[in-house]
């Protein structure tokens, strides 16, 4: 037998030792695969706690984005703020500049000042 309502699911579910919440303010979920994003836009996102795991449930409409190499390239480049504030400091650059140009150098911290100096 199923519930009819989401309190009486809710209480069920507590009986079994599954807790669930939802979360709320979720603008946006994104699934990154090798070679596309998956991207749920103002989703309902449901956590399901049940024997020491988590689990999240995802609904909403999914939007496929293919991805072209030099993005997945650029996405895998982890740049530490540090980093970003050394290059500002160095050239006088904004945030978003330092950050672009250690992207388009892979992190190289000396590369994305000279590129910064000379444009």
Known sequence: MFASNPRELKRLL????????ELTGVKRVEIVL???????????????KAGGQVFYQVSGTPET?????????V???KIPEEDIRFVM?????SYEK??????KTR??????IMILREG
């Open 14 to 21: 507590k009986k079994m030792g599954i807790d669930v919440e």
């Open 65 to 73: 984005i293919q991805q072209s190499e030099e993005a997945k390239q």
């Open 107 to 112: 992190g190289d911290i000396l590369q994305a």
């Open 89 to 93: 400091e160095q050239t006088g650059a």
């Open 98 to 103: 330092a950050r672009e140009a250690l992207l």
């Open 34 to 48: 090798e070679d596309k994003k998956i991207l749920v836009k103002e989703p309902q996102v449901l956590v399901f």
């Open 75 to 77: 996405e895998e480049v």
